[in-house]
């Protein structure tokens, strides 16, 4: 069985400054890990994937993540934040194999101060 | 680029109604995924499609059905609907192959 935990229902920070929201997975198989955003009243949109290839893994909007596989981390980051970044953003797993749902995270609610 | 068309985007019915959702994937995707994301919640996998067959099962209502057709658009049909299953309802597509996941705009389906 995969999971993930996103650590901090809820994260807030000043206007540029750094953007930190942790994920941590558990899978028996390698896995595939994603990050998605969603604004309010609307649909998941995909920042980024890790697909098993560059453990740095770079998304839209300035977004990136790491896979550390010792830490079954895949946490999101961005330099400096934007007060359009305040959204929800969820973590999710899935496996190589087959045709395998996505699981998420609880999410994680992010504030941006001006 | 097409992306994945839910209909309608929202809905509203009664206690006890039924109700269809309707996924249109991106074409070339043969797998179709529903998930169910109450309010404050993360998605729940409901259940998904490949190549028309079930593949997988989630937390779906035995209430709830779906079905994958030829032209690989899935409906979810919801009977005896309860006050709880008011939420936003979202598909899913990707090609088997590749992960590549889009989701669509979701049906925001309110129970009253």
């Known amino acids: 069985a995969q999971s993930v935990t996103q650590l901090g229902s809820h994260v807030s920070v000043s206007e540029g400054a750094l953007v930190l929201l942790r994920c941590n997975y558990s899978s028996s198989v390698p896995p595939y890990l994603f990050w998605y955003v969603q604004y309010p009243n609307q649909g998941l949109q995909l920042l980024l994937k890790y697909t098993s290839a560059a453990t740095l893994v770079k998304g839209i909007n300035g977004f990136e993540a790491e896979f550390k596989k010792s830490e079954t981390s895949f946490h999101l980051t961005k330099p400096s934040a934007h007060m359009s970044d305040a959204a929800e953003y969820f973590c999710?797993?899935?496996?190589?194999?087959?045709?395998?749902?996505?699981?998420f995270g609880q999410g994680t609610r992010l504030t941006i101060n001006p | 680029a097409a992306g994945v068309i839910q209909s309608p985007r929202h809905l509203i019915k009664e206690k006890r109604e039924t109700a269809t959702l309707k996924c249109y994937p991106i074409p070339r995707h043969d797998t179709v995924y529903w998930y169910q994301q109450g309010p404050g919640q993360d998605p729940q996998f409901l259940i998904s499609f490949y190549e028309k067959m079930q593949s997988d099962k989630g937390s779906i209502p035995d209430r709830f059905s779906a079905q994958q057709f030829s032209d690989y658009h899935s409906e979810l049909n919801m009977s005896s609907l309860e006050l709880g299953d008011s939420a936003l309802y979202f598909c899913?597509?990707?090609?088997?192959?590749?992960?590549?996941?889009?989701f669509g705009s979701g049906t925001r389906l309110t129970v009253v």
């Open positions: 899913a597509s990707s090609p088997r192959r590749v992960k590549g996941y889009t």
């Open positions: 999710a797993v899935t496996s190589l194999q087959g045709a395998q749902k996505l699981v």
